[in-house]
């Protein structure tokens, strides 16, 4: 079940939150916003760009598997992505590419040649180098939309996670990776999660896109959300949460969150008493 949240300040523009009870109501509702946003997608471009994350997001798109999905949805237009990898062999136990093929990928008729995962076999910079170049020649058949703000792709949907320090895809806290501007895919050899070298979209590419979703769950995300949502300015860091940077350029950006990562937020709203929004 959805719940009306609330809420002491308005979300932020072309920005919508969502709070739900438990994983299984998020994980049907996540459900529904993809098969819409991929139907609306396939109707006006005639292909369906979607790229994910690892994590547990995986986990939340199983009911894409069952129906009604798995029947009615037109899978042979789904080009999937990946907006962060790490520098991992495709078997490896932390590959988001491994996580995703036996989660999703397995069990629903997507064509394999629209699958594009990152280059295993390449130092993390050259599979960088590697997946921008793809990237490129996909905007320029326009398989991938194009922004018209700033010529960065466009894809339909970016699927996000969050990390408790409000990380998203592999940009992390005062990391020179935020600061890039003209790259569409950059590498990081020092994550301060492991393993260390990962490739990763850039802020222009995530915020260019149609549609994000950033998805959290668990009370260990709700300080980072707190400030990547609100516009509290607590604390000298309270500013440079990256998941707080994701601010769609022309697009809509949702919140998929459950109770405990929304606490933060929720007792805020207790605090000023019930005014909805």
């Given at each position: 079940?959805e ?16 709070i ?61 992505f ?18 995703t093929?036996?989660?999703f ?7 394999n ?35 018209e ?61 149609s ?32 998941a ?34």
């Amino acid at each position: 079940m959805e719940m009306e949240m609330a809420t002491p300040y308005e979300p932020k523009k072309n920005s919508e939150i969502r709070i739900f009870e438990s994983t299984d109501d998020m994980a049907t509702d996540l459900a529904e916003y993809i098969s819409q946003v991929s139907e609306i997608s396939v109707k006006e471009r005639g292909y369906f760009a979607i790229a994910l994350s690892g994590g547990y997001l995986v986990n939340l798109m199983r009911k894409l598997c069952e129906a009604p999905y798995s029947k009615t949805l037109d899978w042979s237009k789904w080009y999937v992505f990946w907006a962060d990898e790490r520098a991992v062999a495709k078997t490896h136990v932390e590959s988001n590419y491994k996580l995703t093929k036996e989660g999703f990928l397995s069990k629903v008729p997507i064509l394999n040649g629209h699958v594009y995962s990152i280059n295993d076999n390449a130092t993390v910079e050259d599979a960088a180098t590697d997946y921008e170049f793809v990237i490129r020649q996909l905007v320029k058949i326009r398989t991938i939309g194009v922004s018209e703000s700033n010529d960065c792709p466009k894809f339909d949907l970016i699927l996000l996670g969050i990390g408790s320090d409000g990380h998203v895809a592999s940009l992390f806290p005062k990391h020179p990776a935020l600061e890039l501007k003209d790259d569409w895919v950059t590498y990081i050899t020092d994550s301060p999660e492991p393993p260390p070298e990962r490739i990763t979209f850039t802020l222009p590419v995530i915020n260019s896109a149609s549609n994000i979703a950033i998805v959290a769950t668990g009370e260990d995300k709700a300080k980072a959300l707190h400030f990547a949502i609100t516009d509290s300015c607590e604390g000298p860091d309270a500013l440079l949460i990256p998941a707080r940077m994701v601010q769609p350029t022309d697009g809509k950006l949702v919140w998929f969150l459950d109770e405990a990562a929304a606490s933060s937020l929720m007792a805020k709203s207790n605090d000023f008493g019930h005014q909805g929004f």
